[in-house]
């Protein structure tokens, strides 16, 4: 028996280290102590009901993404017709959200057909239409099954991109997924400013560079919505002194010389002014084609476009290589700060809408935390009390792996980076339950065999044997069942199975392994005749 304690003493005191380490650090006082330098950096994360949050429920524009695309194939079709002597006018997308251009001689309709089919087979054509002037008019479409592709792969990229931007932004648990009828949910633990939640959040991030339309009429533009073929009227925000914000009109030409995918990296710097702003570096190839833009393009301006807003329009000075790019404006250090995170983040792949933002109170998750705790605090002591005045010794051995099952539980919350919430509190207090079960099964058995006239030592070494197998088949079930729980569950669901195999995993270690080492401890030092208090 002593040889067998040499090994499972040191296991059970690195456990409880191990634990304590991860489990100290959630008390401030601990981790902001010189001890708390030697502790991992993680802490006991507390749920959007416990700590106070911010939910929002958002709606993906998913046809706004099919509209960029299809525009952008348009573009494409443009340009492979050119190549192939095919004369198309402007492809667009129409209010159906339909690809429409025009053929201008009827006779190539053969040949564009044959290109449509060879380069574009995602597309097929939806009708066609003969106008006048011997014109065809085509309106086009993606197949449907590409369609539901689209539609997915979009859903998963703003579910992805939400997720790296709130990572990025340093929130701990944040809860982001997918819901139906093109909704994501989103829920930020221990944020207590919505409006810059929404703004981090719901920022499309398109970035584009255009040129300025340096022979466009501004004010034709504003007032007679007159403006030169293939350009478009904009507007630059900028922010003055006194806060106030003015928009200056710009006409920018339609085509986008560089969109913002090439971007690999972005933060915040400061000028010579130390006004804050974001500086941009690009992969190889956007670094190639900013190079190739500026050096045919010195002397004009170009202007950098976010979510159809200009914020800059530099002159061009000379041909910039080496893949950076900066945007300026009016910025304060946190909205440079914000902007550098959607941008590293990437673009969402559609507008993103508002549909409920719900603040939860940190008063009423502290009112929850007191409920729970007095509740935990006299529900324990009345279970304590009644296993010493029933049990004894033994009573006192099980509170005691007891209370290092909670110490348990909670470090590996803390560890894993899980969140606690109001059903894992439940679940924690269930496994509190099925932990004295586990006990009083062993203790019974004990007692049983002691009946039986088995000395000390033979009627524990009797009572696990014959009490292991049965905890163990019903701890089993109950760990599939919250592994299945956890699988198909959500947010709160979720919580609770992991609480709950936490707890039945720390169940077992503390009552079949850490009791009998216990045990075998008393029983070594004592006389083999020596009672059992049980």
Same mark, same amino acid.
């Given at each position: 028996? %002593?040889?067998?304690?040499?090994?499972?003493?040191?296991?059970?005191l690195l456990v409880l280290l191990v634990s304590l380490a991860f489990f100290l650090p959630t008390f401030s006082k601990v981790k902001d102590s010189r001890i708390g330098e030697y502790l991992p950096d993680r802490q006991l994360n507390l749920g959007l009901d416990l700590q106070g949050g911010i939910h929002l429920l958002l709606n993906v524009e998913v046809e706004k993404a099919m509209e960029r695309s299809l525009?952008?194939?348009?573009?494409?079709?443009?340009?492979? /017709?050119?190549?192939?002597?095919?004369?198309?006018?402007?492809?667009?997308?129409?209010?159906?959200?339909?690809?429409?251009?025009?053929?201008?001689?009827?006779?190539?309709?053969?040949?564009?057909?044959?290109?449509?089919?060879?380069?574009?087979?995602?597309?097929?054509?939806?009708?066609?239409?003969?106008?006048?002037?011997?014109?065809?008019?085509?309106?086009?479409?993606?197949?449907?099954?590409? %369609?539901?592709?689209?539609?997915?792969m979009t859903m998963d990229q703003a579910v992805k991109t939400i997720r790296n931007r709130i990572d990025q932004f340093g929130l701990a648990e944040p809860d982001i997924r997918k819901q139906e009828e093109n909704r994501v949910q989103v829920q930020l633990p221990g944020m207590d400013d919505p409006d810059r939640a929404i703004e981090i959040v719901g920022q499309t991030a398109h970035l584009e560079f255009k040129l300025v339309d340096e022979d466009a009429d501004v004010r034709r533009a504003e007032e007679d919505g007159v403006v030169p073929p293939g350009s478009r009227l904009y507007y630059q925000v900028t922010e003055g002194p006194d806060d106030t914000e003015s928009k200056?009109?710009?006409?920018? %030409?339609?085509?986008?010389?560089?969109s913002g995918e090439h971007i690999t990296n972005a933060h915040t710097a400061f000028d010579e002014r130390n006004n804050p702003y974001v500086s941009l570096t690009f992969d190889s190839r956007g670094a190639s084609i900013f190079e190739r833009i500026t050096g045919e393009n010195i002397q004009e301006r170009l202007a950098i476009v976010l979510d159809g807003e200009v914020y800059s329009t530099p002159v061009i000075q000379e041909r910039i290589s080496g893949g950076r790019a900066s945007i300026t404006g009016q910025f304060t250090v946190q909205e440079a700060h914000d902007l550098s995170v959607v941008l590293r983040a990437g673009a969402l792949p559609a507008p993103v809408h508002i549909m409920e933002e719900r603040t939860v109170g940190p008063s009423l998750g502290q009112e929850s935390i007191e409920r729970g705790v007095n509740s935990a605090l006299i529900g324990g002591a009345l279970v304590v009390a009644f296993i010493i005045f029933y049990y004894g010794f033994a009573g006192v051995v099980a509170n005691t792996v007891l209370a290092l099952n909670i110490i348990l539980i909670l470090a590996g919350l803390a560890g894993f980076g899980a969140t606690l919430t109001l059903p894992g509190i439940a679940g924690i207090i269930l496994t509190i339950g099925i932990a004295v079960d586990a006990n009083v099964l062993i203790f019974e058995r004990i007692r049983e065999e002691l009946?039986?006239?088995?000395?000390?030592? /033979?009627?524990?070494?009797?009572?696990?044997?014959?009490?292991?197998?049965?905890?163990?088949? /019903?701890?089993?079930?109950?760990?599939?069942?919250?592994?299945?729980?956890?699988?198909?569950?959500?947010?709160?669901?979720?919580?609770?199975?992991v609480t709950l195999t936490l707890g039945i995993l720390a169940s077992m270690f503390t009552a079949i392994f850490v009791s009998r080492v216990i045990f075998d401890i008393w029983i070594a030092s004592r006389k083999p005749q020596t009672a059992l208090n049980i």
């Open positions: 028996m %002593k040889a067998n304690l040499r090994w499972k003493i040191p296991i059970i525009s952008q194939a348009g573009l494409d079709i443009r340009d492979d /017709a050119r190549e192939n002597q095919i004369h198309v006018l402007r492809p667009s997308v129409n209010e159906d959200t339909k690809l429409e251009f025009t053929l201008l001689r009827s006779e190539q309709q053969g040949e564009l057909e044959q290109l449509l089919s060879d380069r574009h087979p995602n597309l097929q054509i939806v009708d066609t239409e003969a106008l006048e002037d011997d014109r065809i008019r085509y309106i086009m479409d993606y197949v449907p099954e590409l %369609k539901d592709e689209m539609h997915e200056q009109p710009i006409v920018l %030409k339609d085509d986008t010389l560089m009946r039986r006239g088995l000395s000390p030592r /033979a009627a524990v070494q009797e009572g696990y044997n014959r009490a292991t197998l049965t905890i163990l088949d /019903a701890n089993v079930t109950t760990v599939i069942a919250a592994m299945i729980l956890y699988q198909f569950g959500t947010g709160p669901v979720r919580g609770f199975a």
